[in-house]
């Protein structure tokens, strides 16, 4: 037997990226299962049933923290990808060799 | 505190149209007539010796150039000149009957400076630039690289901004390597010519065997640093020029002068420094002078050296852990923790170290610095008081 | 002045939004968040700022911008450098990865006089032959050694107990020696000993050839003993006398010990701690509780024996916290790796928290049979059956067999913590490391699900104990700014 606990998440307001990253974090607290619909996501939380409320009550909350940060995260990655393919270019370019380049610490 | 420059007292057989000239001090009245003929003697006595170009005195040794007067230029100086010694160099303007002391034999840390012209318009510019053309300043600085002894510790390039003379100032440096071989250089500069590739490359094929650049860093806050130094982008070309120089293997120090607007940010600057250019060679942190610029700044500058004891020390504490070698300048020992002290030099300066009336008793009288004399006339620390060592 | 301008003049133009620069954020409590740029600087963030930083509300100006920008989490158009300096020190972190394989341990002999319980590789056995490294495989041993491209190598003996075999060390330091001279690496050697059997002869080998110990000290005498029974269950007190004799004859700054924390160790921490300051040593590494030899456990019994850990370590770390406030010098290893990496662009050579994983491309174990390790937990994986880390043998393969084998290359790709779940995304990621191995053996694969992971856990809890511990108390941030540098 388990504890079901269903969630609806607005797919206008968080991608199905997020929302699987999201649900992966809380793996260690529920088990996951998704049917999507329209622009509605059908989130099922899974718990073990010797979990008590509190617990479940706190995976909940955990759950859609970690939801807004999802969609943190894809707004910064989305803004910095060019930047960041610039630095790395840079990092790992092979003008300037590695030796000629003032290294910290030497 | 030495006054370099001045005007004669009186000034004879050198009329105004007369060019500038660059003479060696001496007090040997033996100097072979072939050396006497370029040399400027110091009378003080009345034998004075023929075959000199020029015969000074100081004030109250007037009377003994009586005997030559007529036969060769004679110039009396002031008193306040009276640090001129034998070996000297100075240089004679009869234009405004001026001298100035360019180099002296007893000094540590000659300073030649290489223009007024400066990109920079800092808050507390001990040197207020002036936009004059001076290339006669370097017609003058390469002439007197010849005659400066071969025995010379240290040269000091200086300005204004020493770098806008471009490849002139690169050619001087290639110039004092080849007649000066074991001098040691150091070049005061914002850096910002060094993001230059070519002209940096330029500075490293010298290949001089002992250079050092001196840049100011005063933020690790870009806006507070251009602040400081009045200047849109310095920030930006003056860490690029300073990795152009580390990327080349040139020495560099950073240099911040503290103050009210630099020091509550000091500690994140020496973060900044340790995460960031942790290849400097070293780092100074130096005490306000009060001249320049700074006197009329008062209000902006001004905060008592006591008062940041901690905010230093943490500076300090921070550099030290990033192992980046680090000195502190100009602070008294009294105004400055225990930690800070053993980082503390005494003023690189050897002009006269002053002291008030209450340092008389200190222990550390001797290790200490003392103070600009400018310091005592204007603005010290309120705390200054004589440290016991029991 | 009038000449003089304003500050505010030389701000960015109001009409100018500022950029993100690239970076990764996890919550470091529950109103707070670590914030960590591409170059692995951190700063800490309170949620509302950190919404405003990526919603762009953050305001010009304000001390948090001051410092985003100046940290490199952000840029406008006063700075145009950061982009330079974050490659920079990118390129620094990164700069001794062609430099593979700097340590080569050889496991010289099984035999051991010891019968420690949580030993999974030592064999009591009279049998030499059985049991030790033959010179021959020794040869073929440094023809892998020499292979690797890093200027300093370093060259590990461990066991069973190493010095039953002292015969064939001495040979291996003779020939690497006599290689090294044409090769002309920094060529260093440690014996991993119990000490119990060192001799002056064989002590003053290790001090001609400047070779470095390596001893076990669980902690005092009652601790230790339980945890290292020998026959006339005296292995604290021959430690002790070895380690005195050691440093006589070899130097004091060339004997180090570790310890191995087991159950029993848990409750002891200052106990442990006092033991190394009586003994004068400069530090501790405070380890983990090791999985290897344990019965697989439930995640509940994982879970507390991680929770019991990370208070045995918080309060050994806030112990020795404590000594260096009253004047004493004493450094926590663990903590000073992963503090380099936190406020450095450098990295200590530690092969257990690293990305790339360090197997192989930091250490390879070169076994008494001539078998090749990724590591040393690899070859005690074997020992216990699983040979999935076994990368071969020197009596069959030549290196490139060996180093270019998929059994190597495929974990170390697949768990880079730069491309898997959950890491990709973790603040932390660049004090963090990828153990396949540890993974593999708890979980089943090498990258093991990270919200289950005791590694993770562990992990993420000394990073945010660490961060927060700078945060509030400047006196341990000078400290760790200290240990970091060392």
Redo the contacts between chains.
């Keep these: 037997m388990s504890i079901e606990k269903k969630i609806d998440v607005d797919l206008s307001s968080f991608n199905l990226d997020a929302i699987k990253r999201a649900a992966y974090r809380c793996s260690n607290r529920f088990a996951f299962d998704m049917v999507i619909a329209a622009q509605t996501a059908s989130c099922t939380l899974i718990f073990d049933d010797d979990k008590s409320s509190d617990f479940v009550e706190l995976a909940i909350s955990v759950f859609r923290k970690e939801l807004l940060d999802q969609d943190l995260r894809q707004s910064i990655r989305a803004e910095t990808e060019n930047v960041r393919n610039v630095i790395l270019a840079h990092a790992f370019s092979l003008t300037?060799l590695l030796k000629?380049?003032?290294?910290?610490?030497? | 505190m030495l006054a370099l420059s001045g005007k004669f007292e009186e000034l004879r057989g050198l009329p105004e149209g007369s060019p500038r000239e660059l003479l060696r001090v001496t007090t040997n009245r033996d100097t072979p007539k072939v050396l006497a003929r370029a040399a400027a003697y110091l009378c003080d006595t009345a034998d004075v010796p023929s075959g000199f170009r020029v015969y000074l005195a100081l004030e109250h040794n007037r009377r003994h150039l009586d005997e030559i007067s007529g036969k060769a230029p004679t110039a009396v100086l002031p008193a306040s000149a009276s640090f001129l010694r034998d070996g000297d160099i100075i240089r004679l303007s009869p234009r405004n009957a001026s001298y100035r002391v360019l180099f002296r034999v007893h000094s540590n840390h000659n300073g030649l400076l290489l223009t007024e012209r400066c990109n920079h318009?800092c808050?507390m510019c001990s040197q207020p630039p002036r936009d004059v053309n001076d290339d006669w300043v370097m017609d003058d600085v390469e002439r007197l690289i010849p005659m400066l002894p071969i025995t010379t510790r240290q040269l000091g390039f200086t300005g204004g901004e020493p770098t806008l003379h471009g490849e002139r100032f690169v050619d001087l440096l290639a110039l004092t390597k080849r007649l000066l071989p074991r001098t040691a250089i150091h070049v005061l500069s914002n850096g910002r010519r060094f993001a230059d590739t070519r002209f940096v490359e330029g500075y490293a094929a010298i290949q001089h065997p002992d250079l050092m650049v001196g840049i100011p860093l005063y933020s690790?806050?870009?806006?507070?640093h251009?602040?400081v130094v009045?200047a849109?982008n310095a920030?930006?070309e003056t860490?690029?020029g300073i990795?152009n120089l580390?990327?080349l293997k040139q020495r560099v120090e950073l240099r911040v002068v503290l103050h009210r607007q630099t020091i509550d940010r000091l500690p994140?600057l020496a973060e900044?420094i340790?995460?960031?250019l942790?290849?400097v060679d070293q780092v100074a942190l130096m005490g306000l002078e009060i001249t320049g610029?700074t006197r009329?700044?008062l209000e902006k500058l001004w905060i008592d050296p006591y008062d940041y004891r901690s905010t230093l020390e943490?500076a300090v504490?921070?550099l030290a852990?990033?192992?980046v070698p680090t000195a502190v300048y100009n602070h008294q020992l009294c105004v400055v923790t225990d930690r800070v002290r053993p980082f503390c030099v005494q003023s690189i300066s050897d002009w006269k170290n002053e002291y008030l009336p209450v340092c008389a008793t200190c222990d550390l009288r001797a290790q200490c610095g003392g103070f600009f004399s400018s310091g005592v006339r204007y603005r010290h620390s309120d705390h200054i008081r004589p440290v016991v060592t029991t | 002045?009038s000449?003089?301008?304003?500050?505010e003049e030389?701000?960015a133009p109001r009409a100018d939004a500022y950029r993100l620069l690239p970076f990764r954020f996890t919550a470091l409590d529950d109103s707070s968040y670590v914030l960590t740029n591409i170059a692995g600087?951190h700063l800490v963030l309170s949620n509302e700022s950190l919404r405003a930083l990526v919603r762009h509300n953050l305001p010009r100006g304000s001390p948090e911008f001051?410092?985003l920008?100046?940290r490199h989490f952000l840029q406008d158009s006063?700075?145009?450098?950061a982009v330079?300096?974050l490659a920079?020190?990118l390129r620094t972190r990164y700069r001794r990865l062609p430099e593979f394989t700097a340590l080569h341990i050889f496991v010289v002999t099984l035999r051991c006089e010891h019968s420690c319980p949580y030993c999974q590789v030592s064999r009591q056995t009279e049998d030499v032959a059985a049991f030790d490294m033959t010179p021959e495989t020794a040869d073929k041993a440094l023809d892998f050694v020499f292979r690797s491209p890093a200027a300093a190598i370093k060259i590990e003996f461990q066991g069973g107990e190493p010095l039953l075999n002292f015969g064939l060390i001495r040979y291996v330091v003779e020939q690497a020696e006599k290689r090294n001279a044409s090769e002309k690496r920094d060529l260093r050697f440690v014996i991993a000993t119990n000490l119990a059997l060192a001799t002056r002869e064989i002590l003053s080998f290790c001090a001609a050839h400047s070779i470095d110990i390596s001893t076990s000290l669980d902690g005092p005498e009652d601790l230790h003993n339980k945890n290292r029974p020998r026959p006339g269950r005296n292995s604290h007190q021959k430690a002790v006398e070895g380690i005195q004799l050691a440093r006589e004859i070899v130097g004091r700054e060339r004997v180090s010990a570790l310890m191995t924390t087991t159950s029993k160790s848990l409750d002891r921490v200052r106990d442990i701690i006092d033991e190394y300051l009586r003994l004068e040593f400069p530090g501790i590494f405070l380890r983990p509780l090791s999985p290897y030899g344990f019965a697989v456990k439930t995640n509940a019994i994982a879970a507390y024996t991680t929770a019991r850990w990370l208070e045995f370590y918080k309060e050994g770390l806030e112990y020795i916290l404590h000594l260096n406030q009253v004047g004493v010098r004493f450094r926590e290893f663990y903590a000073s790796v992963i503090l380099k990496k936190m406020?450095?662009?450098d990295e200590s050579g530690f092969v257990d928290l690293v990305s790339p994983a360090g197997i192989g491309i930091k250490a390879l174990v070169y076994n008494y049979d001539g078998a090749v390790y990724a590591s040393d937990e690899s070859r005690m994986l074997a020992e216990m059956g699983d040979y999935t880390f076994r990368l071969g043998s020197l009596e069959t393969d030549s290196y490139e067999d060996v180093m270019l084998s998929d059994r190597l290359l495929d974990p170390i790709e697949e768990s880079m913590t730069t491309s898997v779940p959950m890491c990709n995304e973790c603040a932390f990621e660049p004090f963090c490391g990828a153990d396949p191995v540890f993974h593999h053996t708890a979980y089943g694969d090498v990258v093991g699900r990270k919200p289950e992971s005791a590694f993770c856990a562990r992990n993420m809890a000394i990073f945010r104990y660490l961060i927060a511990k700078m945060r509030d108390d400047?006196g341990a941030r000078?400290l760790f700014?200290?240990w970091?540098?060392q």
């Design positions: 300037g000629d380049e003032p290294v910290q610490g030497d | 318009y808050l690790d806050d870009p806006v507070r251009n602040y009045q849109d920030f930006d860490i690029r990795l580390k990327r994140k900044y340790g995460r960031n942790l290849f610029f009329g700044n943490s504490d921070i852990g990033y192992r | 002045m000449r003089f301008k304003a500050i030389y701000e600087e001051v410092e920008r100046a006063v700075d145009s450098v330079d300096l920079l020190k406020l450095t662009s400047s000078r700014l200290n970091a540098n």
